[in-house]
């Protein structure tokens, strides 16, 4: 027939159109798994029953530890057997050559459980906490291991960079922690983390943005709580996040030249010759005495700077007990004032007393004419007087 695979006739004579799908090859047929309703990034939990006959080849990891998690991981090593030991991995701790090494055997059902079990030896010779260590072990955690050492080459601007990471009192640490989901540790030149690969991306950008001078971490942390933000509305969910951001810009600061020494005129002949020692010796006569004579003259000499520096020394100790100046009712202004104002006040009372006596003198009242005016006898009067 002259009709396409693509075209069908229907009893009516029309023709309907069939999508058409594109092969490449023989073998390219549609999969089982692709259906959109499967959700291919989820972590099935391992099944023993996928690989009964177990493992062929004997698979062995060995990690070299430091000397000062010698005695940690002698303490932890049961915890550590145990958890390895259900799922089939052997372990061996060898303390002579500060060694660490997992092996495969044949009760191994999950390939994959040996990579994790080297992951383990690595976050322990890192100094991650033993019971932190082992949940690397489950299916849906994660482990990265971030080199900074090699980042930058000078020391303290390493130090200053990584002390921003970890904040004041861990608490950009523990803000990053919370954002990312994930564990993180910063230990000499690496950093730890334990979490999902989303978390892992998102702790590796912000540290090496924070060791490269890139970022600080409290900006990747504003904009980190605002994408919390817009994941929770679904009308945001297939647009563009750009917008909603914040945007922080790198200021270059410029710094107040300091200013350098004035320069003296050029002269083309050079600076005149320092004296030497033995000059110096010659001027003062002191090259022409005997070693007996010079050794004596350094001990005056020390024994002069010492009794200087004891003399001094006494004189601040007896600083403590020397009492301090007591105030005076002449030395303190308080008092003065308050002088000041009952002398004004006596010199004005003699001053009023002095006015009524002049007063008195000048009117020279006479007592006997006074009382005889009256009309009283005056034997009376001055009977009472003798009385």
Not at 155 to 180: C, D, M, W, Y
Request: aromatic share 6%; charged share 35%; net charge positive.
């Amino acid at each position: 027939m002259g009709i396409s695979d693509a075209e069908i006739e229907n009893g009516n004579g029309d023709v309907e159109q069939k999508p058409r799908t594109k092969h490449k090859g023989k073998h390219d047929k549609p999969k089982p798994w692709d259906d959109p309703s499967i959700d291919h990034w989820k972590i099935e939990k391992f099944d023993p029953s996928w690989n009964v006959g177990g493992m062929l080849e004997v698979s062995t990891f060995s990690t070299l530890f430091p000397q000062y998690r010698e005695k940690y991981l002698q303490e932890a090593w049961p915890i550590v057997k145990n958890a390895l030991k259900e799922h089939g991995i052997s372990c061996e701790l060898n303390l002579v050559e500060g060694s660490m090494t997992v092996s495969t055997t044949r009760k191994t059902r999950d390939p994959y459980i040996v990579m994790k079990a080297r992951d383990l030896l690595k976050l322990l010779s890192r100094s991650v906490p033993a019971p932190q260590a082992i949940k690397i072990l489950n299916d849906e955690m994660q482990c990265d291991i971030i080199k900074i050492g090699s980042l930058v080459r000078n020391k303290e601007r390493f130090v200053k960079r990584r002390q921003h990471l970890v904040g004041p009192n861990s608490s950009t640490l523990k803000a990053l922690e919370i954002l990312t989901g994930c564990y993180i540790l910063v230990q000499g030149n690496t950093v730890a983390a334990m979490g999902s690969f989303k978390g892992l991306k998102q702790v590796r950008k912000i540290v090496e943005d924070c060791i490269l001078n890139k970022m600080h971490p409290v900006y990747n942390i504003k904009i980190l709580m605002m994408k919390n933000e817009l994941v929770k509305d679904p009308a945001l969910a297939n647009e563009n996040w750009d917008r909603f951001l914040p945007k922080f810009r790198k200021k270059n600061v410029k710094q107040k030249k300091v200013k350098g020494k004035e320069k003296k005129p050029y002269t083309p002949f050079p600076p005149p010759q320092q004296p030497s020692k033995i000059d110096l010796q010659l001027e003062s006569g002191e090259y022409f005495l005997s070693d007996k004579k010079k050794s004596t003259k350094k001990w005056q000499e020390k024994q002069e700077k010492q009794a200087e520096k004891t003399a001094e020394s006494k004189r601040k100790r007896e600083e403590a007990f020397i009492p301090p100046k007591e105030l005076t009712r002449q030395d303190s202004g308080i008092f003065n004032d308050d002088d000041n104002d009952l002398t004004t006040m006596a010199m004005s009372l003699k001053k009023k007393a002095k006015e009524f006596g002049k007063q008195k003198s000048v009117e020279s009242i006479n007592a006997e004419s006074y009382v005889a005016a009256s009309g009283e006898p005056l034997k009376k009067e001055s009977r009472h007087l003798e009385l």
